[in-house]
């Protein structure tokens, strides 16, 4: 419905025009005729003439434009093809006002050339503009609504890829977070019961958080601190663990999950893969919507399980081009030293 009103409201702003046009040229050629009549008459004469102009503005814009859009190798045949239909158009508009508008609503028989040519070349403007003004408002909308297609199919793909990404992260942590729990089982260790209470914490977090778009800092750090908490319970003594926090703004959104792969990385490629005393660092600064965190620890890997530690923040990587416009994964390996440096500008959230 409001795309006819838009329709109708061009035509009429349009037809108006031509009546206007048309009151003034009868009233110079005519100045003793009476106005009321004058106007009923280019009421007339405007509503036929402007019918092959509507007929061939309709066509171009819903038929050649269209055609032109989904096979631009005919291009030339169609610029051809508006060319003669714009001369048809303009030539039957030139009859229809000379010999029905002309004779029968003016009674004028006999005009001189000069006259039709001076008419021809009106028609042949407004013609041009009216056809002109609504093919282009028709390309422009088409273009915008193909270009937000297109954005839409890339949102979508770009979304579909974060879930994998996601989904790939949950299977991981469960397991790896399971097999702790096995192993302090065998022991009958008195700490089973804690670990799977942790767990069940840990797994409420990802049902009901980690679907979100962004969750408060303070929600993500409670999560890494109950995975910390985990963790240590496996490895005791011969881990030392500090994570040391500065956050301006506990309430500032961030995506869930990004820091978690990052701490698993430590703890697999580092205390699980050595029977002597480790260590890991975190430090996570926030300040003015802008995330630093770094995370440190020993490991006494070959270069294969180095690169294994590379290949699995790959994950993270992704999902911060996805997710931050404004964002750094740095990694260093200095001598038996893993260590990672991840910086977001929160504010910058979006980027698909």
């Known amino acids: 419905m409001k795309r006819m009103l838009q329709?109708?409201?061009?035509?009429?702003?349009?037809?108006?025009?031509?009546?206007?046009?048309?009151?003034?040229?009868?009233?110079?050629?005519?100045?003793?005729?009476?106005?009321?009549?004058?106007?009923?008459?280019?009421?007339?004469?405007?509503?036929?003439?402007?019918?092959?102009?509507?007929?061939?503005?309709?066509?171009?814009?819903?038929?050649?434009?269209?055609?032109?859009?989904?096979?631009?190798?005919?291009?030339?045949?169609?610029?051809?093809?508006?060319?003669?239909?714009?001369?048809?158009?303009?030539?039957?508009?030139?009859?229809?006002?000379?010999?029905?508008v002309g004779v029968y609503i003016y009674g004028i028989t006999d005009v001189s050339l000069l006259y039709q040519l001076t008419q021809f070349l009106s028609f042949v403007?407004?013609?041009?503009?009216?056809?002109?003004?609504?093919?282009?408002?028709?390309?422009?909308?088409?273009?915008?609504?193909?270009?937000?297609?297109?954005?839409?199919?890339?949102?979508?793909?770009?979304?579909?890829?974060?879930?994998?990404?996601?989904?790939?992260?949950?299977?991981h942590f469960l397991f790896n977070t399971l097999n702790n729990i096995y192993a302090l089982a065998r022991k009958q260790s008195v700490q089973t019961p804690d670990a799977v209470m942790k767990l069940s914490e840990l797994l409420s977090f990802m049902l009901y958080e980690s679907g979100k778009d962004t969750i408060s800092i303070k929600k993500e750090v409670e999560f890494i601190e109950d995975y910390i908490s985990l963790e240590k319970i496996r490895y005791g003594d011969r881990?030392?663990?500090?994570?040391?926090?500065?956050?301006?703004?506990?309430?500032?959104?961030?995506?869930?999950?990004?820091?978690?792969?990052?701490?698993e990385n430590a703890f697999k490629h580092g205390a699980s893969q050595s029977r002597k005393e480790s260590f890991i660092e975190m430090n996570l600064v926030v300040k003015n919507s802008i995330l630093l965190f770094g995370i440190r620890n020993n490991f006494e890997a070959s270069g294969k399980e180095l690169r294994s530690s590379h290949i699995g923040l790959q994950n993270t990587q992704r999902q911060l081009e996805l997710l931050y416009k404004e964002q750094a994964l740095t990694i260093f390996t200095p001598e038996n030293i893993f260590y990672v440096e991840l910086r977001i500008n929160l504010n910058s959230y979006g980027a698909i």
């Open 7 to 100: 329709h109708i409201l061009f035509w009429v702003v349009y037809f108006v025009f031509l009546v206007i046009t048309e009151f003034a040229w009868v009233k110079v050629s005519y100045p003793l005729s009476g106005n009321s009549g004058i106007i009923a008459n280019a009421v007339k004469a405007c509503s036929i003439t402007i019918l092959p102009q509507m007929v061939f503005t309709y066509y171009i814009s819903y038929v050649t434009l269209v055609r032109i859009v989904l096979n631009k190798a005919k291009m030339n045949w169609y610029i051809l093809e508006i060319g003669l239909l714009f001369l048809l158009t303009v030539t039957v508009t030139q009859l229809l006002a000379h010999r029905v």
């Open 239 to 263: 881990l030392t663990l500090t994570f040391t926090k500065e956050i301006d703004q506990y309430d500032q959104g961030v995506a869930p999950l990004l820091l978690l792969p990052l701490v």
């Open 125 to 171: 403007i407004y013609t041009g503009f009216i056809a002109g003004v609504m093919v282009t408002v028709k390309y422009i909308k088409q273009q915008l609504r193909t270009a937000k297609r297109e954005q839409e199919l890339i949102n979508e793909k770009l979304s579909t890829e974060l879930k994998m990404l996601r989904n790939q992260l949950n299977p």
